[in-house]
């Protein structure tokens, strides 16, 4: 059985007996995003994301049964309306690669969704054979500013190993493992630097593992 995230963002907890605090090993999915569920326990679905196999718990009204997701969101963030004009108040906003379900009604530059509210056509692009058109760093310069937010995988919040794998996605069309240390394993030919890095052995786009954290190089040194 498959839920869809039916909020900006939800959170996939690793322990639903203390919900306020974050746990070890947990994630978000953005609007759309895919959970596959194994069982109910009380309030909360547990099961995976679809994208990753991330094992966590999601609360149960948070995860709609609507028809598979056809479209992304290729921006950094937008809204959905209630009607197509951008006068009209936001009902909710969606961050990058957050999935939605269009019709083929279009009015204004806007598109309806299948639960009839309207996005910015422009905005979104098919999932089938999405490839964002420029190199990795451009994408992760839109994220300039995002607040650190931990296991956040959106422009609301997102940390280190999120926006790898949010890039990854993007590029690649492939998510790597979530958290720093298997995601290391997944997608890294590895580079041993000794004490130093050699800025030769660097280029833009490259992605760069520290003890618990990863990042992406802007150029040679940066």
């Given at each position: 059985?498959?839920?869809?995230?039916?909020?900006?963002?939800?959170?996939?907890?690793?322990?639903?007996?203390?919900?306020?605090?974050?746990?070890?090993?947990?994630?978000?999915?953005?609007?759309?995003?895919?959970?596959?569920?194994?069982?109910?326990?009380?309030?909360?679905?547990?099961?995976?994301?679809?994208h990753d196999s991330y094992v966590g718990h999601?609360?149960?009204?948070?995860?709609?049964?609507?028809?598979?997701?056809?479209?992304?969101?290729?921006?950094?963030?937008?809204?959905?309306y209630p009607e197509p004009t951008f006068k009209?108040?936001?009902?909710?906003?969606?961050?990058?690669?957050?999935?939605?379900?269009?019709?083929?009604?279009?009015?204004?530059?806007?598109?309806?969704?299948?639960?009839?509210?309207?996005?910015?056509?422009?905005?979104?692009?098919?999932?089938?054979?999405?490839?964002?058109?420029?190199?990795?760093?451009?994408?992760?310069?839109?994220?300039?500013?995002?607040?650190?937010?931990?296991?956040?995988?959106?422009?609301?919040?997102?940390?280190?190993?999120?926006?790898?794998?949010?890039?990854?996605?993007?590029?690649?069309?492939?998510?790597?493992?979530?958290?720093?240390?298997?995601?290391?394993?997944?997608?890294?030919?590895?580079?041993?630097?000794?004490?130093?890095?050699?800025?030769?052995?660097?280029?833009?786009?490259?992605?760069?593992?520290?003890?618990?954290?990863?990042?992406?190089?802007?150029?040679?040194?940066?």
């Open positions: 059985m498959i839920g869809y995230a039916n909020k900006t963002t939800v959170d996939v907890i690793e322990c639903p007996d203390n919900p306020q605090r974050i746990g070890k090993q947990e994630s978000q999915q953005p609007y759309g995003g895919a959970f596959d569920i194994k069982e109910e326990r009380g309030d909360y679905y547990y099961g995976s994301c679809q999601v609360l149960k009204n948070e995860l709609s049964r609507n028809q598979t997701p056809t479209h992304l969101i290729r921006v950094p963030a937008t809204h959905i009209s108040r936001p009902i909710l906003s969606l961050s990058f690669l957050s999935r939605i379900t269009p019709t083929p009604n279009e009015e204004n530059d806007f598109i309806q969704l299948n639960d009839n509210s309207w996005i910015f056509k422009e905005h979104i692009s098919p999932i089938q054979d999405f490839i964002m058109p420029h190199d990795m760093v451009r994408t992760a310069e839109s994220f300039l500013g995002t607040a650190y937010l931990y296991a956040g995988r959106s422009s609301l919040g997102i940390d280190c190993s999120g926006l790898i794998q949010i890039l990854m996605m993007a590029h690649y069309g492939k998510a790597p493992a979530r958290d720093c240390g298997d995601q290391e394993k997944d997608i890294v030919s590895p580079v041993d630097f000794g004490d130093t890095m050699n800025p030769k052995h660097l280029q833009r786009n490259d992605i760069v593992y520290f003890k618990g954290h990863v990042g992406i190089m802007m150029n040679e040194t940066q």
